[in-house]
């Protein structure tokens, strides 16, 4: 697993309720849990100051790196949209983002449609993207981002025909592809999960071993922001898997919550204050489950 990617599991996971900020040397710890060395995480938290995800501070002899306001956002976007149990309701309107940007700005061109696509939009014609969802502050932000203002058009709109608004989803998402990474991830947890429930009652199960399988299970359960849309129950199909991998993910979860929350704050106390954990979070009832 990616040192780097791993690092956003952490801050996404655990590190954001516990006011966004950790000493490196806790965080090091933690990644050591998971066969990454002092090297590669200085390495990987390093690239993310750089690219603005973080920031780095210097308390004493300490350094800590906090989420900048960029890192806080994606953060809990991402939260919202891994922890949601359901698909949302259809309004019925489409939002097209349609663009021509220039050759000499294909670098932002390239990393618009990699925003565009974790966002949860489909390219349904070259330069031409769509989502039925509400992503309207998303799009805004993207477009002061990269400052592309006078290459861009965005439109709200009902789809008129000829055909059904289900033929723009498949012409914009292959959903048998999502559906098939679905079903990998249920036959491989839906075991996993019977055997960490059994161990864990029979005290068999230690909570550094939980908190390598919750974040590892997170890990895994986040790269469908990547591939699936979220879209709307009204525009998928019969046979979507996507709820019972939410469901499996949400129980698994809070399986292995308490233990490994426990292990990560053993950990974290050696160089961060506790009293900095959000408020009222609760590892059996997390902020982000919705139904």
Not at 186 to 199: E, V
């Amino acid at each position: 697993m990616n040192t780097r990617s791993m690092i956003f599991t952490l801050y996404g996971d655990y590190i954001r309720h516990y006011g966004n900020s950790i000493w490196i040397g806790s965080l090091i710890k933690l990644l050591k849990e998971f066969g990454h060395n002092e090297q590669s995480v200085r390495a990987a938290i390093s690239r993310m100051n750089k690219q603005g995800w973080v920031r780095a501070e210097k308390k004493g002899n300490k350094s800590y790196y906090y989420l900048t306001e960029r890192g806080v956002d994606r953060m809990n976007e991402a939260a919202k949209r891994i922890f949601k149990l359901r698909p949302e309701k259809w309004d019925g309107k489409w939002r097209i983002l349609m663009y021509t940007i220039p050759e000499s700005k294909r670098q932002i061109r390239d990393e618009l449609r990699k925003e565009l696509i974790w966002s949860g939009f489909g390219s349904m014609y070259n330069s031409c993207w769509v989502s039925p969802n509400k992503l309207e502050k998303q799009v805004y932000a993207l477009i002061r981002k990269y400052d592309i203002e006078e290459y861009v058009d965005f439109f709200i709109a009902e789809y008129d025909g000829p055909h059904k608004n289900t033929d723009i989803i498949e012409k914009s998402w292959d959903l048998d592809e999502i559906n098939e990474k679905y079903d990998d991830f249920i036959s491989h947890y839906s075991q996993q999960y019977i055997i960490d429930k059994n161990k864990i009652q029979k005290g068999e199960m230690t909570e550094a071993e939980c908190f390598v399988e919750r974040t590892k299970l997170v890990h895994e359960y986040r790269k469908f922001l990547f591939v699936d849309p979220g879209l709307p129950e009204e525009l998928l199909p019969e046979k979507w898997l996507g709820n019972h991998a939410a469901s499996l993910f949400s129980e698994y979860y809070k399986v292995l919550a308490e233990p490994a929350s426990r292990f990560f704050e053993e950990v974290f106390k050696e160089g961060n204050e506790l009293k900095n954990k959000e408020k009222g979070y609760n590892v059996f009832d997390h902020p982000y489950i919705v139904n």
